[in-house]
């Protein structure tokens, strides 16, 4: 018998390239979905602010707020609705620099108003006042000891028939004052923040919002619903003022179902996308024209052609009080401050804040009449001194 033989073994066949392509989509479809689901979960959680005692920042009232627990004050965190608000001889204490994430509505504000007249306090911390002469960076004496202020803005008592008393003043007018309301009291700041962390090395400061707090002999509550944190729990079960919104939180009150559903229809988009029978679809790549960028350079052009160095001057002066007002503090957000500050108020604080002479910005900002027609070399030494002048150390 001749030896029977045997098939050889199929030879493999490799993927084809539209496999290929459709298992990488499937796990780049995957990578995506996760971490879009991870952002979300990221994105939710709050982001403390300025003001708030979950805030570890230089702006935030985290450290205080552990001073006063220490000082064994019982200091409570406010996270709902201003209208749920009830009792007397309490105090509420608000801090915010910018926008807040949450701002008092008006119906919000006259809540609040009530509350105080019924014999409550409302301690309130922002931007306020005028800008003064007053030196950027003070220490302003208190029975509590100095308290350093570093703004020039001062309450000066207006002829409005309101009841003031003043709690921490200099020469130049009041940082801190009470307003009588009622069977209760409204304190004001100029600066909000008085007592934020950057200031744990100032006795002074803290022992000052401390000593206002404590007028009050009932619960002492410290506002975190303007800044956006929240309490997840019923109307009806014991509140816990203790506790911030957490990822947990997040995830235990949202459907799975919903974020299933999500993911899938991402999943789906995604394959559908990449999943072409005749191969990627070609798209005409298109220039973005940019019309401002053009209008500018045209502008420009046209100006420099035309020797109207002192028109672009003017511009930029301007341009440069604008950023000096912004980071010195003159025109905070929410400070109701809405004029540039003349040039000796702005020069004033920028040298308080750089210690260079005030009067360097003062030459900067009135050129002589030699800058008409300024040469190109001439004007590139203007434009460098205008950041030297910018990128001073505040």
């Known amino acids: 018998m001749s030896p029977t033989l045997s098939a050889p073994p199929p030879t493999p066949v490799p993927p084809s390239p539209a496999t290929r392509r459709g298992s990488r989509w499937l796990w ?28 570890r920042g230089l702006t935030g009232y985290r450290a205080w707020y552990e001073f006063a627990l ?4 019982s200091v409570q965190r406010w996270q709902r609705p201003y209208d749920q608000l009830s009792g007397t001889g309490q105090a509420l204490l608000q801090v915010w620099g910018e926008t807040p994430v949450n701002p008092p509505t008006s119906s919000a504000e006259s809540a609040l108003r009530d509350w105080v007249k019924a014999g409550n306090t409302v301690i309130r911390f922002t931007w306020a006042g005028q800008l003064t002469a007053a030196p950027f960076n003070s220490q302003v004496p208190s029975p509590e000891g100095a308290v350093q202020v570093e703004t020039t803005r001062r309450m000066v008592s207006p002829a409005d028939g309101v009841q003031r008393q003043l709690e921490l003043q200099d020469s130049y007018g009041a940082v801190v004052w009470s307003e009588r309301h009622g069977q209760g009291s409204m304190v004001f700041a100029t600066y909000p923040w008085l007592a934020a962390n950057i ?23 410290v506002d975190e619903w303007v800044h956006g944190h929240r309490d997840e729990l019923a109307d009806d079960s014991p509140l816990s003022q203790d506790s911030a919104p957490t990822v947990f939180a997040y995830l235990a009150q949202t459907p799975l179902g919903v974020v ?6 991402i999943l789906a988009l995604l394959l559908w996308t990449g999943n072409h029978r005749f191969g990627q679809v070609w798209r005409p790549i298109v220039k973005a024209s940019n019309n401002s960028e053009t209008y500018i350079q045209s502008l420009a052009a ?25 980071q010195l503090g003159l025109m905070a957000p929410g400070s109701g401050q809405s004029v540039l500050p003349d040039d000796p108020t702005l020069a004033q604080a920028w040298g308080q804040a750089t210690g260079r002479p005030p009067q360097d910005l003062l030459n900067f900002l009135k050129p002589s009449r030699q800058t008409q027609r300024l040469r190109d070399r001439d004007f590139l030494a203007w434009l460098s001194r205008a950041e030297s002048l910018l990128r001073g150390q505040f």
């Open 28 to 55: 780049l479809g995957l990578i995506l979905a996760g971490g879009m689901a991870l952002a979300v979960l990221f994105f939710s959680a709050p982001q403390p602010q300025g003001g708030s005692t979950y805030g």
């Open 70 to 73: 220490a000082q064994d004050i």
């Open 199 to 221: 200031y744990a090395d100032q006795p002074g400061n803290y022992e000052l919002l401390t000593q206002l707090v404590q007028r009050q002999s009932g619960n002492l509550w």
């Open 260 to 265: 299933a559903g999500q993911i899938l229809v």
């Open 302 to 326: 046209t100006l420099n052609a035309a020797g109207h160095s002192a028109f672009v001057i003017e511009q930029l002066q301007d341009w440069v009080r604008q950023q000096l007002a912004d």
